[in-house]
DNA sequence: AAAACCAATCTGGTTAACCAATTTTTTCTG
DNA sequence: CAGAAAAAATTGGTTAACCAGATTGGTTTT
């Protein structure tokens, strides 16, 4: 086989023509749940790609839990039944890059969620953390320097308090998404800087407090803006 | 170096060890937004691991957007700053697997949303999909059949018809995760597949309708049993 | 006849070798 | 000496070879 390095777009597209054929595969041989997929070799075969490209593929589809690798004996169909397949791997191939909108939008409703829990669930070193992170933020913003990453590090200190696993770890996969997305669009500048000061403290305080109703709320005012100009793209 | 075949937490935990590394290495070096990182094969001899292993940590870090890898070339820190950077991979190597009770919550909030803008936004495609996936879930529970995965197709048609792929890569992220658990802990029963039959119709209607407050108010009385049940374990 | 055992085979996991694009260094030329 | 051209070294991407554990089918033993 000839070999060629692809771009990002054609891995895509390559990654996402295997996992259409596995599916296909699935439906015309009737696999069901916890029968087993040809081995590695012979996808790559049949597929004419490399077994390298079939791993990645099956990897992605053990993420969304389709498959099941078990080492040394095979890759199984997992148990969610063939309709429940299918539907799911139409959603996975015809997933979407996220646009600014839409990452904005669950970050506001993600955030407006963490900041209730946060206020419910905080430990006393939770506190410590917001505190120190709200600190650094006040002390960038007041010398008059960027303070982007303090600011997110704020919010994160609230996700990592509401002790729920999940919205914590779909605030880590959008946070770089949101960054880089910030930095494109120019969204920050230094008014919104001084009026995020009070906010932040504002929330903190709701938290502190555990009010949360404040919590919300102040959240919501924080979100104003961001929210605005969100919609008026 | 000896072979040696890896458990799934052994693999974890090597992973994150050099996920930690490498964020030693960024800080002790200084390296800021932009520069390079060294090469594959000096961090792997470095960290005496195979450069497969350094490879699949880079592959996280730059699915979280911490690094970037330009090929034949080299794999830079992204313009996130230290601070955010430190803070982030702190995160990351934090990282629990989600809880039951975090899924659910975590579920719940995004369809109630969801439901809301798919009030708003649906298109008449969008409608058809959803009642396809809603006559197939009478058939089977009237049939006395197992319905779990029409169940949640008409789920999934909602998360599709609020046109916001973040929140929709989430609920495919959290869906698989949420089977595994209800069939461990055996959340459905028959009675309850009855009564969803009504109360996936006004689900439906309502978002037919556009009437978001309803479908809203009827997307959380849906999810009440499921919200006292895990409110309970 | 059933159970225990063993070796051949098959599997996913792992490593090492290779490739092509890029970057850096050297050499050549005006 | 400066600039261009060429070659060597470096890099991430890709493929192929290898490994250890699981499976399987046949054989032996009880």
């Known amino acids: 086989m000839k070999l060629q390095i692809l771009t990002k777009n054609e891995h895509k597209e390559l990654h996402n ?30 597929f004419n790609v490399s077994r390298g490209n079939v791993r990645e593929s099956i990897q992605k589809l053990e993420f969304y839990g389709i498959l099941k690798s078990k080492p040394q004996s095979g890759t199984f169909v997992a148990d969610i039944g063939q309709v429940a397949m299918n539907g799911m791997m139409d959603d996975i191939l015809g997933l979407e890059d996220p646009d600014f909108k839409s990452l904005v939008e669950t970050r506001i409703l993600l955030e407006l969620k963490t900041v209730r829990l946060a206020a419910q669930r905080r430990t006393d070193a939770d506190l410590i953390k917001m505190e120190t992170a709200l600190e650094a933020y006040k002390e960038k913003v007041l010398n008059n320097e960027d303070a982007v990453q303090e ?5 994160l200190a609230i996700a990592q308090a509401c002790r729920n696993s999940t919205i914590n770890r779909m605030m880590l996969i959008i946070t770089p998404e949101i960054i880089n997305n910030f930095e494109k669009y120019h969204v920050c500048d230094k008014d919104q800087s001084l009026k995020g000061i009070q906010e932040h403290q504002d929330i903190f305080d709701a938290i502190k407090r555990q009010n949360t109703q404040k919590a919300k709320q102040m959240m919501k005012v924080h979100f104003n803006a961001l929210y605005q100009y969100c919609y008026n793209i």
Chains 1, 2 share one sequence.
């Open 17 to 46: 023509d295997i996992i259409a054929k596995i599916r296909d595969l699935i439906n015309n041989k009737n696999l069901e749940p916890g029968d087993k997929l040809p081995s590695e070799r012979m996808l790559s075969e049949r």
């Open 151 to 155: 600011d997110l590090l704020f919010h």
